[in-house]
T-cell receptor, first 116, second 112 residues
Framework: ELKVEQNPLFLSMQEGKNYTIYCNYS?????LYWYRQDPGKSLESLFV?????AVKQEGRLMASLDTKARLSTLHITAAVHDLSATYFC????????????????FGQGTILTVHP | ETGVTQSPTHLIKTRGQQVTLRCSSQ?????VSWYQQALGQGPQFIFQ???????GRGNFPPRFSGLQFPNYSSELNVNALELDDSALYLC???????????FGDGTRLSIL
């Protein structure tokens, strides 16, 4: 059974500080997703990481993927209040040729609160 | 705007009842997956439909069933509702089984 673990589960940051959220998973995968969820809302796609060593950046967020270590990170630079939300990583396990992707296993989520 | 629309947005049912949740995807989205997100948890994969056939199922009992229609809409049906079925139900669709999914806004189901 695929397990996806995020840490920390709760993160309280001051504005302007940097921090990293970690996502470990237990099986081979060549695609990993990061999502943001605001309270009572659906999932907003942040990043899709499709290969070992992939790095993507959007604004103050940067995500990376190490498939050998089965680890992805979401790095927050100079946090601002608007980044307060719950962040999920989700893993799409490697499947045999001809079968489908899209059966995601999510981590528990990291609740990020950014304080002034 | 993801182009994936779910209805209704909120629903209240009682134990033992049956419910149908609907999802309308963009034209051409031939893959749809359904997820259940309980309060404070990550979404859990229920099942996936590809070209109107079930194409994988998570650890959910048979009282959770689905349909996908030629017009790119789909349904999630849940029979014999239990209190633990209270959750946000999300559908996600994509143009192809290898493409990233787009999530709808979800249906929040409450069981009394």
């Amino acid at each position: 059974e695929l397990k996806v673990e995020q840490n920390p589960l709760f993160l309280s940051m001051q504005e302007g500080k940097n921090y990293t959220i970690y996502c470990n998973y237990s099986t081979t995968s060549d695609r990993l997703y990061w999502y943001r969820q605001d309270p009572g809302k659906s999932l907003e796609s942040l990043f899709v990481l499709l290969s070992n060593g992939a790095v993507k950046q959007e604004g103050r967020l940067m995500a990376s993927l190490d498939t050998k270590a089965r680890l992805s990170t979401l790095h927050i630079t100079a946090a601002v209040h608007d980044l307060s939300a719950t962040y999920f990583c989700a893993v799409d396990p490697t499947v045999p040729r001809g079968t489908s992707y899209g059966k995601l296993t999510f981590g528990q989520g990291t609740i990020l609160t950014v304080h002034p | 705007e993801t182009g994936v629309t779910q209805s209704p947005t909120h629903l209240i049912k009682t134990r033992g009842q049956q419910v149908t949740l609907r999802c309308s995807s963009q034209s051409g989205h031939n893959t749809v997956s359904w997820y259940q997100q309980a309060l404070g948890q990550g979404p859990q994969f229920i099942f996936q439909y590809y070209r109107e056939e079930e194409n994988g199922r998570g650890n959910f009992p048979p009282r959770f069933s689905g349909l996908q229609f030629p017009n790119y809409s789909s349904e999630l049906n849940v029979n014999a509702l239990e209190l633990d079925d209270s959750a946000l139900y999300l559908c996600a669709s994509s143009f192809d089984i290898k493409q990233p999914q787009h999530f709808g806004d979800g249906t929040r189901l409450s069981i009394l």
